[in-house]
């Protein structure tokens, strides 16, 4: 059974994060974010190797970068998803312990080439929504 | 898939074909295994990493755990609970 460990900074990030997401959204929206966040990281501690291999996550120099997003199949259904998330999570394992090293919204991450293209994809997305609607 | 139907976005289906462009095959089981992880996230592409900036980010971290400024969870359901409190009591703040 896997051991998780934050940094006392990164623990009050993620408290951060949910106490925003409670004060704009309400509780419920903060205990969904709060069940994606705990369930990919226990993804990560359960199935590391299969979400490597798949590409879902992705290491370098023993760092972990995980998407919460992909963490979703793993959160009750009763409990409700959340739309889109924008976190990812950066951790790294020592031994049976995930080490959660700081949780970040996914545009610190990309490179200026791959924003472009999220930003693309989210127009696309979002001309879609807007016609079907 | 069991009866299920499952839809792939273009970017999870150019992903497996390039995958079988490259011989990599999967077993049946994996196939089902990768196909309900890719249906369930609904995934799409992840842009790509900046790994200076991840690892920049990931450095103040290490430094605390480091200097043994963390806190440790037995388990995921510890963790869970952790942070299901701090929903709790600022809920609790709110009524108050």
């Known amino acids: ?133 | 898939m069991d009866g299920h139907t499952a839809k792939l976005s273009v970017d999870a289906a150019r992903w497996a074909s390039e995958q079988v462009e490259q011989g990599r095959f999967m077993s049946t089981d994996e196939v089902v295994e990768v196909a309900m992880m890719l249906f369930r996230a609904e995934i799409e592409s992840d842009p790509e990493v900046d790994w200076a900036k991840a690892h920049a980010l990931a450095a103040d971290g290490r430094a605390q755990i480091a200097r043994g400024e963390y806190i440790e969870f037995k388990d995921a359901a510890a963790m869970d609970a952790h942070f299901k409190a701090v929903i709790q009591s600022l809920k609790d703040g709110r009524a108050a």
């Open chain 1, 1 to 133: 059974m896997a051991r998780f460990r934050y940094p006392t900074e990164t623990e009050a990030i993620v408290n951060g994060i949910l106490a925003s997401t409670f004060n704009e959204f309400g509780e419920l929206a903060a205990l969904r974010y709060q069940a994606l966040i705990s369930a990919a990281a226990q993804d990560l501690a359960e199935r590391l190797a299969a979400l490597l291999r798949y590409g879902l996550a992705k290491r370098r120099d023993g760092l972990i970068v995980y998407h919460i997003r992909h963490g979703k199949g793993r959160v009750p259904r009763a409990i409700g998803r959340v739309g889109k998330p924008r976190h990812v999570i950066l951790a790294e394992l020592r031994g049976d312990c995930m080490v959660v090293l700081n949780v970040v919204p996914d545009w610190m991450l990309t490179t200026e080439a791959s924003a472009e293209q999220a930003h693309s994809t989210a127009r696309r997305i979002q001309r879609q929504d807007d016609e079907q609607a």
